[in-house]
């Protein structure tokens, strides 16, 4: 129980995954002018998040592995992904219509976010066993969350401030990443506390 | 064929500082310029075989069905690039980790397949790939440079500040990266409007 912990509080916060790892950077700058959309886009990242890595660790442990296929791991994951992304929007659109409304317009966008293969990748690379893999994968949606709303916060700020041209919108909001990514960094080490 | 094909993927549509694509990468192994070129080598050997492949085959490609298939090629390219330096270049392969395989993602790959290479003919379509990647390689070595200049005081591996510099420790984490590359992004505005100011 307490290692489970350490895996989501690593994911999470330790080593956040937009802020630490840079992955799902796009849209991590592209939807986090607006507190709503940020909070709807993390939901539907967190959602397909989990789900993808449910079936990406069945099918490299039942599959691709059983029958010596581990090069196909990269393209087969990437299918795996759009192909999963497509289902969810049908069967969102059909039985969860006002879900759709919040989250529909978001789902086609994360077939290409990295967040989503990095944290499949990630399961595969160290070797987690299941339930790491599902507390792991929780884990990461929530830390991309939680970056995505402080930033949201932050900027909807922002543009009450009289900025210098050059650096308006993607760069400021860089250099705010950045300091909050120094902020991140002092979370380091306590992880050690948690053992 | 035309030349200008090539060169505007390093100045008007330099990836990454004019054309916002690609940031995942850049940020995330730019702390020494050796990282970033053999990132940006990679990057450039995928987009350049992705889009020759796509435009030697753009008619037979049905439209509707044409992003899986870009995708497919685009990982297939990828694991050859994965295997390559897992042979080759052990000690960068490690480096690079799950940033080799996540070049699928690249949005600039993607971007320049649909946009460019399944709708022109093939020379043009190779030289705006190359100039895509020779562009990216460009900011990734110039971003990886600043921060290991800083980071470690030297570049290449080369000692460039002499042994009393203290490193800044700062510039080699995170939160360096997307300082650096915050304030690179700025400047580069700041270029381009001056310019546009002068015209």
């Given amino acids: 129980m307490k290692y489970m912990f350490s895996v989501f509080f690593v994911a999470a916060v330790l080593n956040n995954f937009v802020l630490t790892n840079f992955l799902g950077i796009c849209p991590f700058l592209g939807v986090s002018r607006r507190k709503g959309p940020a909070l709807a886009m993390s939901g539907a990242v967190l959602f397909v998040m989990v789900i993808a890595s449910i079936f990406t660790w069945l099918i490299y442990h039942y599959l691709l592995q059983k029958y010596d296929l581990e090069f196909l791991m990269i393209p087969s994951f990437i299918l795996v992904i759009g192909s999963l992304v497509q289902l969810i929007e049908i069967f969102m659109r059909r039985f969860a219509p006002r879900m759709y409304d919040v989250f529909g317009i978001y789902l086609p966008l994360i077939t290409t976010n990295c967040a989503i293969l990095g944290v499949t990748l990630i399961n595969i690379n160290r070797a987690f066993n299941f339930h790491t893999a599902l507390v792991y994968s929780l884990g990461a949606g929530a830390g991309f969350g939680l970056a995505m709303i402080i930033m949201a916060g932050i900027r909807e700020h922002l543009e009450y401030v009289d900025l210098p041209r050059p650096l308006q919108d993607i760069p400021i909001a860089l250099l705010v990443a950045g300091l909050l990514s120094m902020a991140f960094q002092g979370f380091a080490g306590t992880v050690a506390l948690l053992k | ?199």
């Fill in chain 2, 1 to 199: 064929m035309r030349l200008q094909n090539f060169t505007k993927g390093l100045w008007t549509e330099l990836p990454v500082l004019r054309v916002l694509l690609g940031f995942c990468p850049t940020l995330a192994v730019t702390n020494r310029a050796e990282n970033g070129l053999v990132m940006g080598l990679a990057t450039t050997f995928v987009l350049f075989f992705s889009c020759t492949l796509i435009s030697i085959f753009k008619k037979l490609i049905p439209h509707r069905i044409r992003i899986p298939i870009f995708i497919v090629v685009i990982a297939s390219f990828v694991t050859i690039v994965d295997y390559l330096l897992a042979a080759y270049y052990w000690e960068m392969h490690k480096v690079l980790g799950i940033y080799i395989p996540l070049i699928v993602v690249n949005c600039l790959i993607l971007g320049r397949v649909e946009a460019f290479a399944s709708k022109n003919p093939v020379g043009d379509s190779m030289l705006d790939a190359l100039g895509m990647g020779v562009g990216f390689t460009l900011v990734l070595v110039v971003l990886g440079s600043i921060r290991e200049l800083f980071g470690f005081g030297t570049i290449f591996s080369h000692q460039v500040i002499g042994k009393p510099y203290e490193p800044m420790v700062l510039m080699i984490i995170p939160p360096g990266a997307l300082l650096s590359l915050g304030l690179l992004l700025g400047l580069m505005n700041l270029i381009r409007d001056r310019m546009e100011g002068r015209r």
